[in-house]
């Protein structure tokens, strides 16, 4: 089964500074999810990327899919106080085009410290 | 933008009483999931649901769950009997197959949170 390992478990960023969160799996990603998460509530979706060497940016947040397709890294530029909540990524596990569950990693927590 | 609603949004329920989570998913989606969150902990896939029936299902989702989508539009997850470690918030998430057979992102509900007591 697929496995999703993210690191840091925890971030603590002073805000205005950039910080980058990564996601890496133990087989090859075919379709990888960002989520963010305040504590206990819903999940918001941020990206997906499918192609290896694929970025995506939306604000301040810029994800990227490396060419192996194995690992993906999540960057916030200027990082605000918004940016605070656990961050989590999640994958398909294959390329079937079926009906395919998502793995999610364990989540990073970050902190913006003013 | 389109959304995938669930109901109730908490739920407190004593040990050994059936629950019944509620979801609508998107209109034209295809897919349908379960997946819960024990607080502090990962998400877990509990179950996937296609064309009227269970695709897959992990080993969390054993007898004392089931699923229905009794009437086209809604989707729901029964816990015949709860217990203390059922506490979580469960989500329903739907997804769509584009066409030309490329599948498309998900889409989460909300989440209920469920507390048994």
């Known amino acids: 089964s697929q496995e999703l390992e993210q690191s840091p478990q925890s971030l603590i960023v002073q805000e205005g500074k950039n910080l980058t969160i990564n996601c890496t799996s133990s087989?090859?990603?075919?379709?990888l999810y960002w989520y963010k998460q305040k504590y206990g509530e819903g999940l918001i979706f941020l990206m997906m990327?499918?192609?290896?060497?694929e970025e995506k940016s939306h604000e301040k947040i810029t994800a990227k899919l490396d060419e192996k397709k194995q690992q993906s890294s999540l960057h916030i530029t200027a990082s605000q106080p918004s940016h605070a909540g656990i961050y989590l990524c999640?994958?398909?596990?294959?390329?079937?085009?079926?009906?395919?569950?998502?793995?999610f990693g364990t989540g990073t927590r970050l902190t913006i410290i003013p | 933008e389109p959304e995938v609603t669930q109901t109730p949004s908490h739920q407190v329920t004593q040990m050994g009483q059936e629950v019944i989570l509620r979801c609508v998913p998107i209109?034209?989606?295809?897919?349908f999931y379960w997946y819960r969150q024990i607080l502090g902990q990962k998400v877990e896939f509990l179950v996937s649901?296609?064309?009227?029936?269970?695709?897959?299902k992990s080993e969390i989702f054993d007898d004392q769950f089931s699923v229905e989508r009794p009437d086209g539009s809604n989707f729901t997850l029964k816990i015949r009997s709860t217990k203390l470690e059922d506490s979580a918030m469960y989500f329903c998430?739907?997804?769509?197959?584009?066409?030309?057979?490329?599948?498309?992102?998900?889409?989460f509900g909300s989440g209920t949170r469920l507390t048994v007591v």
């Open positions: 990327l499918q192609k290896g060497g």
């Open positions: 649901f296609y064309n009227n029936e269970i695709s897959e």
């Open positions: 999640g994958a398909d596990g294959s390329d079937n085009f079926g009906n395919e569950k998502l793995t």
């Open positions: 998430a739907s997804r769509i197959l584009r066409p030309g057979g490329k599948h498309y992102g998900y889409t």
């Open positions: 087989k090859t990603l075919y379709g």
């Open positions: 209109s034209n989606h295809l897919y």
